[in-house]
């Protein structure tokens, strides 16, 4: 694999059982890198570590005054120079290649795990530990599998030379064969401790970033509660730690380091004074004394690297169990029924969805079904009994926000793991979309039928015109989407704000969005997510509170926008707001991990006090001072009937009441 081939056209399926794992199978999956850089190390260091060689048969020939082999000892110190430069050279283009090669196939990984997960993702893991594994850690993990093949190099360099060596001199051979195996495992006890400071630095360097990433996203409120010095103090505070775990972590491997710097010098030490005493005895030769000094002092080089390798492995085991922690979790909840998240490499990634339609019943009568039709029909909700009828407008009430958000992501076919109602809903069966389970479709197929947006949608940096450049059905013009979202005032904003308004031609769709949309209120924001979600024209769309940040008029408009342009489309709206609720053809009252009431909204007023309670925001005082009687007299409006029998039954015509009418549901 070369860089210019990048990106994978398929980064594969990691083993995720354990961090550990998923290291050899990065290592595995880049044998051929690695095989080449490892010998080019061996062609490298081979011709470093043969210098002693030639610098004892050097010194040699000046003893025996022979100038025909100190002429040879110069020619083979050339040429060895020339290997050591072309084998570095090597090395290193080899090494870097699959430390980019490896962290672009871990990036890819973490990317499509985040398209498959969507919105869901967050919720299974915090938002800092996402961004800590798409950067630090994948640098580290690539730091890794660059260091594999230069410490495969030293290894095989080191064994052989002090095998030659033991050939070569064995007296001297044995104490040096001897001493560097100690040399190597001398660090080993504090690795231990070392990885464990790594650790504590990693886990609060990611605290302090989700802080970070925290306080940033909601500068804007900071602002205006005036509490932007309280978060600057946390997150000082948090870099504070920050800096004290990577100074106690420093400290730690720099007395590994010292520990490589000083063990070998004392054998180097050891080894020239007892060659000395040898030399003087006359049992060795001085060429064959500084040869094999020589090649004490080359070791060092190759040692480093087993330090090196330590601190990699150390540094990247951590780093590798999180990615793995987050490339095993599941889109579906089914998927992960009898099955842990951490099995094979077969299994961890549900991007197939052959696995998948198998843990559901009927599996293989689903794959027949959506390849001979397309998806559409009425989406229902097997666990709390919500249905959405094909076609028509369906808004969902809860009374808990966090329920309804988890029953959006559900009907969009990637839940959390608590489900949409209180309780585990852990393998709980799939929503289903004109009777197919949508854990039994194609990711691409169910994310085309089903579109969710949730509270919080977010705007992409780039120009209006490539925020709406979505796939999309074609059907519905950005201009449509645009004014049905009430989006003419964000408009004129971004006309303003053009580059091109000096020159006359202004052109909102050329004007670029900040990141997030910063650069837009809150209600600005949302209507572009609205028009961006109308524009793409699913099947299915569900919205999640989408009217939150706007003022009841425009919120009365966006209804009817939404509601005209959606007209023969599958639509679904979590909302508590009377003037979308009044607007829906079918209004489902969830309570308690179930649908309690279902009507229209003037109806449900009428019938389910705990539905008026929610919409109407009326207290427990408020409902106790209520007259008993019908809930809904001759009109069947509740509301008229509230306000003819208990604020004015005697003098109030019917336009009065009308009028009444209107401003209780504007105020409520």
């Known amino acids: 694999m070369h860089i210019r081939d990048l990106p994978y056209p398929d980064p594969g399926r990691p083993d995720v059982r354990s961090g550990p794992r998923f290291l050899f199978w990065l290592g595995r999956n880049q044998l051929g890198g690695q095989v080449k850089a490892a010998l080019w190390g061996l062609v490298h260091m081979a011709a ?7 610098i004892g048969f050097g010194v040699q020939a000046v003893v025996d005054r022979s100038g025909s082999r100190l002429a040879m ?19 290193h283009r080899a090494a870097v290649t699959n430390w980019i090669t490896a962290a672009a196939r871990v990036q890819q990984l ?13 919720r299974k893991v915090a ?5 800590a594994v798409s950067t630090g850690d994948v640098e580290k993990i690539g730091w890794f599998v660059e260091a594999l ?6 290894a095989i360099t080191t064994v052989a030379l002090c095998v030659a060596l033991v050939l070569y001199q064995p007296t001297l051979g044995v104490v040096v064969a001897v001493g560097v195996p100690a040399l190597a495992l001398a660090v080993l006890p504090l690795l231990p401790r070392a990885a464990r400071r790594a650790d504590e630095q990693r886990e609060k360097a990611g605290r302090a970033t989700e802080l970070a990433s925290d306080t940033v996203a909601g500068l804007r409120v900071l602002r205006g509660i005036g509490g932007e010095e309280l978060f600057l103090g946390r997150y000082r505070n948090a870099s504070q730690e920050v800096r004290g775990a990577a100074v106690r972590s420093a400290r730690m491997w720099a007395l590994i380091a010292a520990v490589q710097v000083a063990l070998p010098g004392l054998l180097l030490i050891g080894v020239v004074w007892y060659g000395v005493s040898l030399a003087r005895e006359g049992r060795i030769e001085v060429g064959e004394l500084v040869t094999v000094y020589s090649a004490v002092t080359f070791l060092l080089f190759p040692l480093r690297h087993f330090e090196e390798i330590a601190m990699a492995y150390s540094f990247s085991r951590p780093s590798a169990r999180r990615a793995a922690r987050v490339l095993a979790l599941r889109r579906s909840s089914a998927d992960g029924e009898g099955a842990d998240t951490t099995d094979t490499a077969d299994t961890a990634d549900t991007g197939d969805t052959a696995a998948t339609a198998a843990s559901v019943d009927g599996g293989g009568r689903a794959e027949a079904r959506r390849a001979t039709r397309p998806l559409g029909g009425d989406l229902y909700d097997p666990v709390t009994g919500t249905l959405a009828p094909s076609g028509v407008l369906t808004a969902v009430v809860c009374g808990d926000p966090d329920a309804a958000g988890r029953l959006a992501d559900r009907l969009g076919g990637h839940p959390a793991h608590g489900g949409p109602g209180d309780g585990d809903h852990g393998g709980a069966p799939s929503v289903l979309l004109g009777g197919v389970a949508l854990d039994e479709v194609a990711l691409a197929s169910a994310r085309t039928a089903v579109l969710v947006q949730d509270k919080d949608p977010v705007l992409l940096s780039g120009t209006l015109a490539e925020l709406l450049d979505v796939p999309r059905s074609g059907e519905v013009p950005a201009e449509k989407a645009l004014e049905a979202a009430q989006c003419g005032d964000v408009l004129e904003a971004l006309a303003q704000a053009s580059a091109a308004a000096d020159e006359g031609d202004a052109d909102p769709m050329r004007t670029r969005i900040t990141e997030r949309g910063r650069s837009l209120s809150g209600g600005q924001r949302q209507r572009l997510a609205l028009a961006r979600s109308l524009v793409t024209d699913p099947e299915v769309l569900v919205l999640d509170e989408p009217t939150s940040a706007v003022d009841s008029h425009t919120e009365a408009r966006i209804a009817d926008g939404v509601r005209r342009l959606r007209t023969g489309r599958t639509t679904v709206v979590f909302t508590s707001s009377p003037l979308v609720l009044d607007r829906a053809d079918r209004v489902v009252f969830v309570a308690d991990g179930g649908a309690a009431a279902v009507g229209t909204h003037r109806e449900l007023l009428g019938t389910a006090p705990a539905y008026r309670a929610v919409v109407t925001r009326e207290t427990d005082g408020e409902a106790a001072v209520r007259r008993p009687g019908p809930p809904a007299g001759a009109t069947g409006h509740v509301l008229e009937d509230i306000a003819r029998n208990d604020i004015a039954p005697e003098g109030i015509g019917r336009e009065e009441l009308g009028r009444i009418e209107e401003q209780i549901e504007e105020s409520a």
């Open 127 to 131: 938002a800092g530990e996402v961004v």
């Open 73 to 91: 000892a110069g020619a083979l110190m050339v040429g060895l120079t020339v290997l050591t430069a072309l084998g570095d050279a090597m090395l």
């Open 110 to 122: 973490l990317a499509r795990k985040a398209v498959e997960l969507g919105s869901a993702l967050t």
């Open 48 to 54: 470093l570590v043969s210098f002693p060689l030639a």
């Open 149 to 154: 093949s230069r410490f495969t190099a030293a």
